[in-house]
């Protein structure tokens, strides 16, 4: 996995360049200071500034997990943890490697150490290959230090990798072997094109590192799950005078996947991590038997993809970019003067290495990679959209939900076509919540969102809903406002009721319709807060409370002037005409919650989700008929009668957005399948 890095030293640094160094946002910073958990140095035009050593001082402390104890910070906490899903299951390297970490405890590791560790178990995978009898069978790169062990060529492979320059003595090896008692005991098992050799480094790396760099390891069946969706024949691979690049190969394992008609003269891979490339050399060795290493050299390379890589007609791109990776000052400003997906506020390493993909593939060529999610939907990703618009063709999307061990982000298989006609949505393949699609209708695709989540017949309904009829939507017609942000809800948050306190609202304590306080208070001080909306809003005659996290729209009514924390925002409709409860039943109907889980498919309810869902201009007679109903399930403390008002109540808002009765019961029964069941109270 590639990690672009940083260009240079500086002897201070402004608050959002230490906020890249601590991977937090520069909000959560300036907080930081406030609280007294990081001190500028100097204030230069009213603005903090933090000298080199006090940073690396702090980085230190981070590393070692001694201070500033947030969730957050927890990426930078160094120690060993075993990557657990990367190989595919059963493997006996997965015990062996976790009894490694038994041995290794939270021992901080130095970068020779992890080198010796990666050398002894190369040494190992190698003699079993290449059935090379020394009758060693632990201590390997001891014997090797000492000549027993004669890889050939391949010699070359390991020495490089257990040390950067000069002979790898008995010595020096008797030195790390000292300091790690027992480490070089373990045995390793070489077990074809498997990449044992990325899971024992991402493990040694540790998960804090991992996140902190952007590296986040595919495991192998999600490698596997991408080859097959180009070579679904494994016996069939890739024609001569095919070119492949894995621009961020990491340690190889995309390319040792690859089907066997594949030869080591066709592949390349590109990482600026050294040990990765030298690692994943080690691994062509293992795949392409006798292969020269001067060819393995020259195929894998320590390089820049994005700036240091010219090289063009690639007939595949495949791999998995870095995400979230935080450039320096200079690599930004060379991306930004090169890439149109460089020129947001922040500049996102898979954008990049998008579009890079799709200058280096020839024309026809295919560009297929993992990814997150995000980039089908998020704002910050359209430039990346409208790139894929233009120069490509996708041919299939897989939804592959959190695959990353201890990464929660639900992520894609996006494979492209490079292409210069205009894209069509006609012919995608989908796999999506266990179910396998391909889409028949050339539809409405902007760079606003990339929406495949749904079949044709889901899609017919929700532009039935957004077109046809008459239609209003709360753009530009509802306030919205965030909960609280305390900044210290151990210290602000309460479990009782004291003098001065009031009653404030989480997400968990709103139902739909209804809202069951849970006993939380506090003390309403704004100016204590880390973020608070105007008082005006949550002090409003009349609002909806709604539940920001989650797959599904979940509103309450509140005219009590109640408070609420951030994990239930506000929304205060004004639209003509339309009564606040009416707007209520249409965002808590299965038909709005169709809308949006089709249409957005996210874990958090964003203001701009629903300016966008359609609403029914219904008739005043209409309104006050679903408005009636309404008022009784806010009151109705039986699960069954509840359940009745809310069915009620939902025909008529089917019935308002123009649906029939065939198209109503196939909502219901999308909601089902989809595990969106509505519950009573």
């Given at each position: 996995m590639?990690?672009?890095?940083?260009?240079?030293?500086?002897?201070?640094?402004?608050?959002?360049?230490?906020?890249?160094?601590?991977?937090?946002?520069?909000?959560?910073?300036?907080?930081?200071?406030r609280?007294g958990?990081?001190?500028?140095?100097?204030i230069?035009s009213?603005?903090?500034?933090?000298?080199?050593?006090?940073?690396?001082?702090?980085l230190?402390?981070?590393?070692?997990?001694?201070?500033?104890k947030?969730?957050?910070?927890?990426?930078?906490?160094?120690?060993?943890?075993?990557?657990?899903?990367?190989?595919?299951?059963?493997?006996?390297?997965?015990?062996?490697v976790?009894?490694?970490?038994?041995?290794?405890g939270?021992?901080?590791?130095?970068?020779?150490?992890?080198?010796?560790?990666?050398?002894?178990?190369?040494?190992?995978?190698?003699?079993?290959?290449?059935?090379?009898e020394?009758?060693?069978?632990e201590n390997?790169?001891?014997?090797?230090?000492?000549?027993?062990?004669?890889?050939?060529?391949?010699?070359?492979?390991?020495?490089?990798?257990?040390?950067?320059?000069?002979e790898?003595?008995?010595e020096?090896?008797q030195?790390?072997q000292g300091?790690?008692?027992?480490?070089?005991?373990?045995?390793?098992?070489?077990e074809?094109?498997?990449?044992?050799?990325?899971?024992?480094?991402?493990?040694?790396?540790g998960?804090?590192?991992?996140?902190?760099?952007?590296?986040?390891?595919?495991?192998?069946h999600?490698v596997?799950?991408?080859?097959?969706?180009?070579?679904?024949?494994?016996?069939?691979?890739?024609?001569?005078?095919?070119?492949?690049?894995?621009?961020?190969?990491?340690?190889?394992?995309?390319?040792?996947?690859?089907?066997?008609?594949?030869s080591?003269?066709?592949?390349?891979?590109?990482?600026?991590?050294k040990?990765?490339v030298?690692?994943?050399?080690?691994?062509?060795?293992?795949k392409?038997?006798?292969a020269?290493?001067?060819l393995?050299?020259?195929q894998l390379?320590?390089?820049?993809?994005?700036?240091?890589?010219?090289?063009?007609?690639?007939?595949?791109?495949?791999?998995?970019?870095?995400?979230?990776?935080?450039?320096?000052e200079?690599?930004?400003?060379?991306?930004?003067?090169?890439?149109?997906?460089?020129?947001g506020?922040?500049?996102?390493?898979?954008?990049?290495?998008?579009?890079?993909?799709?200058?280096?593939?020839?024309?026809?060529?295919?560009?297929?990679?993992?990814l997150?999610?995000?980039?089908?939907?998020?704002?910050?990703?359209?430039?990346?959209?409208?790139?894929?618009?233009?120069?490509?063709?996708?041919?299939?999307?897989?939804?592959?939900?959190?695959?990353?061990?201890?990464?929660?982000?639900?992520?894609?298989?996006?494979?492209?076509?490079?292409?210069?006609?205009?894209?069509?949505?006609?012919?995608?393949?989908?796999?999506?919540?266990g179910?396998?699609?391909?889409?028949?209708?050339?539809?409405?695709?902007?760079?606003?969102?990339?929406n495949?989540?749904?079949?044709?017949?889901?899609?017919?309904?929700v532009?039935?809903?957004?077109?046809?009829?008459?239609?209003?939507y709360?753009?530009?017609?509802a306030?919205?406002?965030?909960?609280?942000?305390?900044g210290?809800?151990?210290?602000?948050?309460?479990?009782?009721?004291?003098e001065?306190?009031?009653?404030?609202?989480?997400?968990?304590?709103i139902?739909?319709?209804?809202?069951?306080?849970?006993?939380?208070?506090?003390?309403?001080?704004?100016?204590?807060?880390?973020?608070?909306?105007?008082?005006?809003?949550?002090?409003?005659?009349?609002?909806?409370?709604?539940?920001?996290?989650?797959?599904?729209l979940?509103?309450?009514?509140?005219n009590?002037?109640?408070?609420?924390?951030?994990?239930?925002?506000?929304?205060?409709?004004?639209?003509?005409?339309?009564h606040i409860k009416?707007?209520?039943?249409?965002?808590?109907?299965?038909a709005?919650?169709?809308?949006?889980?089709?249409?957005?498919?996210?874990?958090?309810?964003?203001?701009?989700?629903?300016?966008?869902?359609?609403?029914?201009?219904?008739?005043?007679?209409?309104?006050?008929?679903?408005?009636?109903?309404?008022?009784?399930?806010?009151?109705?403390?039986?699960?069954?009668?509840?359940?009745?008002?809310?069915?009620?109540?939902?025909?008529?808002?089917?019935s308002?957005?123009?649906?029939?009765?065939?198209?109503?019961?196939?909502?219901?029964?999308a909601?089902?399948?989809?595990?969106?069941?509505?519950?009573?109270?």
């Open positions: 590639e990690k672009p890095g940083d260009c240079g030293l500086k002897e201070e640094y402004s608050l959002p360049e230490v906020c890249g160094r601590l991977s937090i946002s520069v909000a959560t910073g300036r907080n930081w200071v609280m958990k990081i001190k500028p140095t100097k230069k009213g603005k903090p500034y933090f000298s080199s050593a006090y940073v690396n001082e702090m230190e402390r981070l590393r070692t997990g001694k201070s500033l947030t969730r957050r910070n927890k990426a930078y906490i160094s120690g060993n943890s075993l990557y657990r899903n990367y190989l595919p299951q059963p493997s006996q390297n997965s015990g062996s976790e009894a490694l970490m038994g041995v290794l939270q021992k901080i590791l130095t970068e020779g150490q992890v080198r010796a560790i990666l050398a002894e178990c190369a040494l190992q995978l190698l003699c079993q290959a290449y059935g090379i020394s009758g060693v069978r390997y790169l001891l014997h090797y230090s000492q000549g027993e062990i004669q890889l050939g060529q391949y010699g070359a492979l390991v020495q490089e990798l257990a040390l950067d320059s000069g790898f003595t008995t020096q090896c030195k790390v300091e790690l008692p027992g480490v070089f005991c373990v045995p390793y098992f070489w074809g094109n498997t990449d044992v050799l990325g899971m024992l480094y991402s493990s040694l790396k998960i804090g590192n991992r996140k902190a760099e952007g590296s986040y390891y595919t495991p192998t999600i596997e799950k991408l080859i097959c969706s180009l070579f679904p024949d494994p016996k069939v691979g890739g024609a001569d005078g095919w070119k492949v690049m894995d621009p961020c190969c990491g340690t190889g394992n995309f390319l040792l996947r690859l089907p066997e008609s594949f080591i003269g066709q592949l390349a891979g590109r990482d600026i991590d040990v990765s030298l690692l994943a050399r080690i691994n062509m060795a293992l392409f038997k006798g020269p290493v001067s393995i050299k020259e390379k320590v390089q820049d993809f994005l700036l240091g890589e010219e090289g063009r007609g690639y007939r595949l791109i495949l791999g998995n970019p870095p995400w979230g990776f935080r450039f320096g200079e690599a930004e400003r060379l991306l930004r003067a090169k890439f149109h997906t460089a020129q506020k922040h500049v996102e390493s898979y954008d990049v290495f998008l579009e890079q993909s799709l200058r280096c593939a020839a024309d026809g060529g295919r560009v297929a990679f993992v997150p999610e995000a980039v089908l939907d998020v704002k910050s990703h359209m430039e990346a959209r409208r790139v894929i618009l233009e120069q490509a063709q996708i041919e299939e999307v897989i939804y592959l939900g959190d695959v990353f061990d201890a990464v929660q982000c639900p992520s894609i298989i996006l494979n492209m076509r490079k292409a210069t006609e205009p894209m069509d949505t006609y012919g995608i393949k989908v796999s999506a919540q179910k396998n699609f391909q889409i028949l209708t050339s539809r409405n695709l902007t760079a606003g969102n990339f495949f989540h749904m079949e044709d017949w889901e899609y017919r309904m532009q039935k809903m957004a077109n046809e009829g008459n239609t209003t709360l753009k530009g017609q306030e919205f406002a965030l909960g609280i942000v305390t210290n809800n151990k210290k602000i948050l309460q479990g009782r009721k004291v001065g306190s009031e009653l404030v609202l989480k997400g968990a304590d139902q739909r319709y209804q809202i069951n306080g849970s006993g939380t208070y506090l003390v309403y001080e704004p100016e204590k807060f880390q973020q608070s909306a105007p008082t005006g809003l949550y002090r409003a005659k009349e609002k909806l409370l709604y539940r920001f996290i989650g797959n599904q979940v509103f309450a009514y509140d009590r002037q109640r408070l609420s924390l951030n994990s239930c925002n506000i929304l205060i409709p004004h639209v003509d005409s339309l009416y707007i209520l039943a249409v965002l808590n109907s299965r709005a919650n169709f809308y949006y889980h089709k249409m957005f498919h996210s874990l958090k309810v964003l203001r701009s989700h629903l300016e966008q869902i359609p609403i029914p201009l219904a008739a005043e007679g209409r309104q006050q008929e679903i408005i009636a109903v309404v008022e009784k399930i806010m009151e109705e403390g039986n699960s069954g009668k509840w359940m009745e008002y809310y069915n009620r109540v939902d025909r008529l808002v089917s308002a957005y123009g649906l029939d009765g065939t198209e109503h019961r196939a909502i219901c029964d909601e089902q399948e989809g595990g969106l069941k509505t519950k009573p109270i």
